[in-house]
Structure formats: structure tokens, C-alpha cells
């Protein structure tokens, strides 16, 4: 099995930056990239980022492309996300997952192991 834990969520205000983590443990050797989800409240689950480990790509959704950046280690199982420019809009709790599949990085049916999620707030 593969376990996640995200870090770094918070309060911060809009304009503001924050930096989340997250540490992947356990059956790792079959992953082939980490993605970025969110979820806010009564909304279901959507695409934030991703890294596919071959050859470094990573995938954007539309609404946070120029403003977040994925980038990970495949050696060490971890993949960040930095959160610049934050709106109000981007408060959600944030879930990392792996993709042991090798492809749809962009589709949540495509992960098949999620952390627990770490809450981000925008608000001034």
C-alpha cells in the first residue's frame, strides 16, 4: 500500500503564498507521478497539478496555470506544490494522490491513492 501526508495548509491572505507538501511512503516503486486535488465545500473534487516522474511533465488546470507550480522528487517520493497569488476561490482542502497507472494526470478516476488533505484558506 501506499501511504500520503500532505502539509504546509493554512490561513493566509489573498495575494499571499503558500507552499504545501507532500511525503509518499510504503509500495512507492509503481508510481509514476503525484498529482494535486481540491475539493471545497459542497463541491466535488477537481484537478489542481500534476508531475508525471518520466521526463518531468507536469499539467495545469486552467484556473491556477501562472500561478501555482508543481515540481517533485521521485527519488524521495514527494511532490510540492507552491501557491502563489492566492484568491479566495482557492480555498479548499487540498488532497495529494498517486497515479499508479501512468496515465490521465489530469483525471481524478486515474489516482487510486489519496492523504488525508490539508486545509487552505483565503480570506482577509
Known amino acids: 500500500q501506499v501511504q500520503l501526508v500532505e502539509s504546509g495548509g493554512g490561513l493566509v491572505q489573498p495575494g499571499g503564498s503558500l507552499r504545501l507538501s507532500c511525503a509518499a511512503s510504503?509500495?512507492?516503486?509503481?508510481?509514476?507521478?503525484m498529482g494535486w486535488f481540491r475539493q471545497a465545500p459542497e463541491k466535488g473534487r477537481e484537478f489542481v497539478a500534476a508531475?508525471?516522474?518520466?521526463?518531468?511533465?507536469?499539467y495545469y488546470a486552467d484556473s491556477v496555470k501562472g500561478r501555482f507550480t508543481v515540481s517533485g522528487d521521485s527519488a524521495k517520493n514527494t511532490v510540492l506544490l507552491q501557491m502563489n497569488s492566492l484568491k479566495p476561490e482557492d480555498t479548499a482542502v487540498y488532497f495529494c494522490?498517486?497515479?499508479?497507472?501512468?496515465?490521465?494526470?489530469?483525471?481524478?478516476?486515474?489516482?487510486?491513492?489519496w492523504g488525508q488533505g490539508t486545509q487552505v484558506t483565503v480570506s482577509s
Open positions: 510504503g509500495r512507492t516503486f509503481s508510481m509514476y507521478g
Open positions: 508531475i508525471k516522474w518520466s521526463g518531468g511533465t507536469t
Open positions: 494522490a498517486a497515479n499508479r497507472l501512468g496515465w490521465g494526470f489530469t483525471r481524478r478516476d486515474a489516482y487510486d491513492h
